[in-house]
């Protein structure tokens, strides 16, 4: 497993683990790719997706993802420490030091 | 990592508004509330409608199946272009205008090689005056008035009394003159209004 | 204009008898009604079997729509399996809308909201009263500009019986409460806008509606 796919599994869980997080949602180009093969797809079928988006460019490594949070906590406080734990992560991770780390709030409750 | 594939979780959990008052909504307000991406109101919407539309759209095409899939589409069509909408009341004829187009598209589809308009299926027995009278309703009067109508003035009337397409329009959309179109549904308008003479 | 006799009611003449047309014929009177009367026909306006038919003839739009609905009412309702069809079709995040940013102090972080994710969270707002259900919902403002001033105008179905202020203001106050705890938007005005008053099966009797 390359460096970049470890962290991709190691920042899903920490995310999800988050109890306000409720869900990460597929990145667009995956939504593109599959959006019909879900379709008529059978229930609770689990698949492998791309749920982070993660880069390593010239200046640093970037991470991108996009999730849905549940409501009893304010939003902006669950984005801002996600991002945090994303960041802390990292630091023991054995890609470049990130650059940027967007978190997109994509639904609430 | 996997994600679970369940469309269920896709949807926002919240903003579940218990179906019975959403579904009682007027169709600005429920329209409105899809235009923004509720799924909840659109799904709302799609039931309120695709009986109508299917009855529409089998009435164009003639057959069942057909409709069913024609309504389908229309539907996520639909959903594309919903925030365009600019006035969510009239929700209703907007989609009936999506339906007559897919419609037009399934017929064009169909015939490739044949004009639209002169292609006319045996028409349903035009009704005796006998069977008029036996129409339980003017309802159900005009339902055979129509049915008895060739293909081609039938669509034409359809869409231009129901879609509310211009003349123009249906012209561009069939592929025929406007004069054509003209004809068409003024044959239609006389040929209903005949069978109508016979019910009392 | 004399009253004109409906074609179809038994015992009146045939309407559309060419005898009866002053020297018209249908078709004319058909072409004339897609004119829509214009220019006017002086003879065939003043023709009271010729009014007779055009009547006839210009209640098909109605009598079609009514037909169609007509025969869709008796028709089943249409499967959930057909219906969730259509759902898994259509893009569930279509509607992301503008990022809003989100502050943080820390130079790595990009953090947005969407506009999709206000709406939604208007909407459930709005909702948990009881009496309110939300439509469209309008923000107005640039809000991908920290602290510029926003405005955020809901349309609401109001149930019928319910005070139409008390539930505006109920609703007004949910949707700032929220919007205050999930976002950091500078919150100009909320405009609660009754779109319509929604009348419950089990409501007596019918009502007026706008206020």
Partial sequence: MTATATLQARLATVILADPDVRIIYPTQSTLRAIGDRIAGAVNDREFQSPILTIAETSEGTTVSVSIGVRAERAATTVCRRLHDRIADEMATATVALPVSIAVKVASIG | MAVKANDRTWLPAAAAVPDGRLREAHDRVVAGRAADGDPHAFEVLVRRYSTLMRVYARSILGTNDEADDVVQEAFVTAWQQLDSLEDPGVVKSWLMRIVSRRSIDRLRARREHEDIIDYDPPAEAASSPAQMVQARSLADAVGTALASLPAGQRRCWLLKEVAEYSYREIAADLDVPESTVRGLISRARVNMAREMQAWR | MTDPQSPYDSGTTDALDPANLDGHTIEELSAYLDAERTPTNFSIESSPGCQIALTALGRLRELTAHTLEAQAATEPAPPDSWV????????????????????????????????????????????????????????????????????????????????????????????????????????????????????????????????
């Fill in chain 3, 84 to 211: 969730r069809g259509i759902m898994d079709r259509i893009a569930l995040e279509a509607r992301a809308g503008r990022d809003i940013p989100i502050t943080h102090t820390a130079r790595t972080a990009h953090l947005t909201m969407t506009e999709g994710a206000v709406r939604g969270m208007i909407r459930a707002a709005g909702d948990s009263i009881s009496e309110v259900i939300v439509g469209r919902c309008q923000i107005d403002g640039d809000v991908t500009a920290i602290g510029e001033p926003v405005t955020i105008t809901v349309d609401v179905s109001v149930a019928w019986g319910e005070s139409i202020p008390l539930a505006a203001d109920r609703a007004r106050e949910a949707i700032h409460g929220q919007l205050a705890k999930h976002t950091e938007l500078n919150i100009a005005a909320i405009h609660v806008m009754v779109q319509d008053v929604r009348f419950s099966r089990t409501a007596p009797g019918t009502g007026v509606a706008q206020p």
